[in-house]
């Protein structure tokens, strides 16, 4: 797995949009990158993957520089709810299975 | 749909003593994995059961650790004389294969105590 520089932490205000980048310089032709999302006593929550430019689904958008260096996962108008540590991974989907954390960004949303 | 399951959902046991730990992966998932993670702490790989393919037990920490996986669906972990540094939370995950093996589905996990 690529190494990754992500915020220790974030904090936020319900309603807002949460965007949290994931720096990845060492990044691989046929590298993909993963978001996780776990609360407190429960298993980590596969969000969304992508591999260049813009993903999006019901929970989040994954954005994709050209050179792939970054990604910025972007959470709209957070609840109380999305209070979670988010973990970015970057690796091959095809021919590795083993995830690895690295400590992720703990997001905060306050009321 | 039905998600992973694991049962139990807490265990407490006794230094010395065995315990198995139980997977139901999401129906038609071809790939297994078991993790552990504790407080605080990233995830660990334990193993990895892919169809008929001999697993990949590399993670497993000692011999005391062995996992199996019956008819590719259920599996379970076993660990044999418990120590105290075996207490985590055992995660077990599925995912449809290799392609797109970093999509992976995780169960609420085993909180293992031991005393």
């Known amino acids: 797995l690529a190494k990754t520089t992500q915020p220790i932490s974030m904090d936020s205000y319900e309603g807002q949009e949460v965007n949290i980048t994931c720096s990845h310089n060492?990044?691989?032709?046929?590298?993909?990158i993963t978001w996780y999302q776990q609360f407190p006593s429960q298993g980590p929550r596969f969000i969304i993957q992508?591999?260049?430019t813009k993903v999006t689904n019901e929970v989040a958008s994954l954005f994709i520089p050209a050179d792939r260096k970054s990604s910025t996962l972007s959470l709209p108008r957070v609840s109380l709810s999305d209070t979670a540590v988010y973990y970015c991974?970057?690796?091959?989907?095809?021919?590795?299975?083993?995830?690895?954390f690295g400590s992720g960004t703990r997001l905060l949303v306050r009321p | 749909g039905a998600g992973v399951s694991q049962s139990p959902s807490n265990k407490v046991t006794e230094k010395g003593k065995d315990v198995e730990l139980r997977c139901d992966p999401i129906?038609?998932?071809?790939?297994l994995y078991w993790y552990r993670q504790s407080l605080g702490q990233g995830l660990e790989f334990l193993i990895y059961?892919?169809?008929?393919?001999?697993?990949?037990k590399s993670g497993l920490p000692s011999d005391r650790f062995s996992a199996e996986r019956t008819g590719g669906s259920v599996s379970t972990l076993t660990i044999q004389r418990t120590q105290q540094e075996d207490s985590a939370v055992y995660l077990c995950?599925?995912?449809?294969?290799?392609?797109?093996?970093?999509?992976?589905?995780f169960g609420p996990g085993t909180r293992l105590t031991v005393t």
């Open positions: 995950a599925s995912s449809p294969g290799l392609v797109r093996s970093y999509e992976q589905y």
């Open positions: 059961f892919q169809g008929n393919s001999a697993p990949d």
């Open positions: 992508g591999y260049k």
């Open positions: 060492n990044i691989a032709t046929n590298d993909y």
């Open positions: 129906s038609g998932h071809t790939a």
């Open positions: 991974l970057v690796g091959p989907v095809d021919s590795s299975y083993k995830l690895i």
